[in-house]
């Protein structure tokens, strides 16, 4: 099993549409990361979370660390959201653990 | 401030040669992670480097090495390439490395080994 688990793996939604990505994690963390990836390669770092919640724009990232869970929401989803979008953990020794990734189609 | 950069964007290598990747981190970042993304694996943990010394290594063999610059520049090199060596290699930048830093990612550097 996966130390860092994402779901869904595949999500195609409408524009507008509000979305959830959902990561899971099973190994004692100090902070989470959120981050996207387009094609081509480059990485952007959304978010990164060691309680609570954030707000950036359209985007609403969630940690609770009891549950050892986190959740990325979008909000009025537009094409341009399309990426793929990964989770990792930051789990000690200076390496980020990363999920799988979920790639997200917001068709017009 | 500028980003971070990797140098080249694409690489193409055949089996066996040796390759040398180039990362330069943000201004005043002195730890730099190297990350490798194959379409099997996903992102794999290849080692982190501060002040010019690397203080974890992931589970790669020792083909895969390196090293850090007093500029916080970091380079990674990859010898006697194979094909499963085709992916696309990612650098991190972060203040000093650790839990609670934000990392900030190079563009990738898409590495084809024919």
């Known amino acids: 099993k996966n130390e860092v688990e994402q779901s869904p793996q595949n999500l195609t939604a409408q524009e507008g549409e509000f979305i959830t990505i959902n990561c899971s994690y099973s190994?004692?963390?100090?902070?989470l990361h959120w981050l996207q990836q387009h094609p081509g390669g480059g990485i952007v770092s959304l978010f990164m979370?060691?309680?609570?919640?954030k707000k950036h724009g359209r985007l609403i990232a969630t940690i609770n660390i009891q549950e050892k869970h986190s959740s990325l929401h979008i909000t009025a989803s537009h094409p341009r959201d399309s990426a793929v979008y990964i989770c990792a953990v930051s789990g000690g020794n200076y390496q980020l653990i990363w999920g799988a990734g979920t790639k997200l189609i917001i068709k017009p | 401030k500028a980003g971070v950069t990797q140098t080249p964007r694409y690489l193409i290598k055949t089996r066996g040669q040796q390759v040398t990747l180039s990362c330069s981190p943000i201004s005043g970042h002195r730890s730099v992670s190297w990350y490798q993304q194959t379409p099997g694996q996903g992102l794999q943990f290849l080692f982190e480097y501060f002040s010019e010394t690397q203080r974890n290594k992931g589970n790669f063999p020792g083909r895969f090495s390196g090293r850090q610059f007093s500029n916080s520049r970091s380079e990674m090199n990859v010898s006697t390439l194979e094909l499963g060596d085709s992916a696309l290699y990612l650098c991190?930048?972060?203040?000093?490395?650790?839990?609670?830093?934000?990392?900030?990612f190079g563009q990738g550097t898409r590495l084809t080994v024919v």
């Open positions: 979370l060691s309680s609570g919640k």
């Open positions: 190994v004692g963390i100090s902070a």
């Open positions: 991190a930048s972060t203040l000093v490395g650790g839990e609670y830093t934000e990392a900030f």
